[in-house]
């Protein structure tokens, strides 16, 4: 839970610094000129995709030359002698924000700040289902619940946005029986175990098959659900 809270605090950090990048080049420390490109710069060597513009300006009378900040497509990028709308700070005139809409370059900062928006809505969404999950756990552990001890064999393993493993242990008649044993995201087996293999652990219930496991030498819960498997499900395990 904690990694999961250090993510999204990162990703936060990320989406802050985006946005400031984007509204920078709007407020009152920055002043607005016409500059005119001078020149191209490669900064893709691979495929020449990539380049800044070299751009002339003249800020409180004085003449300055300075480099776009955010890189453009070279293919598309105004030829030398166009006049664009800038942004500057006159603290660091060498650093030239363009947004003259005839530059891509003015998109670059817009189009950082909308990944941020998406990337922090999907860190959101993995933390919520982290708090889920550990909400859960602390349920289940509140409920003090009796901890059974089994030993199972390995049947078959199946991937459907986590892990399915298809196992078969003996019920507390001696009958075998197979049931399955799913988790989301890491599990408490790595690397994956294999059909025949053995599996000691133990489980604790809470009746719905939402299930705490346990096992030797690991000190972690691990939140899965217990169930017994369909005729559909069997088959997809080649059982």
Request: aromatic share 8%; glycine share 10%; with cysteine.
């Amino acid at each position: 839970m904690a990694a999961a809270v250090t993510i999204f605090a990162a990703v936060v950090m990320f989406f802050a610094y985006s946005l400031g990048s984007v509204i920078a080049p709007f407020t009152a420390s920055y002043q607005h000129a016409d500059g005119t490109v001078t020149g191209l710069v490669h900064i893709d060597s691979r495929a020449n995709r990539q380049c800044t513009l070299t751009i002339a300006f003249a800020l409180d009378g004085r003449q300055f030359q300075g480099t776009s900040s955010d890189p453009v497509a070279c293919a598309t990028a105004p030829p030398v002698g166009t006049v664009l709308q800038i942004a500057v700070d006159p603290r660091v005139p060498k650093d030239v924000h363009v947004l003259d809409p005839r530059s891509n370059a003015g998109a670059w900062p817009w189009l950082v700040g909308f990944g941020a928006i998406a990337l922090i809505g999907a860190s959101g969404v993995y933390l919520r289902a982290k708090a889920t999950a550990y909400r859960r756990v602390r349920r289940l552990v509140s409920l003090g619940p009796d901890w059974h001890e089994l030993t199972a064999v390995m049947k078959g393993h199946m991937d459907r946005g986590g892990d399915t493993l298809l196992l078969e242990a003996e019920d507390t008649a001696g009958a075998s029986r197979l049931f399955l044993l799913s988790y989301r995201g890491q599990g408490p087996w790595r690397p994956l175990p294999r059909s025949g293999d053995r599996l000691e652990f133990a489980v604790a219930t809470d009746g719905t098959g939402l299930s705490l496991l346990s096992t030797a030498g690991d000190p972690r819960l691990w939140l899965v659900r217990l169930y017994v498997p369909n005729n559909t499900e069997l088959r997809a395990m080649g059982a």
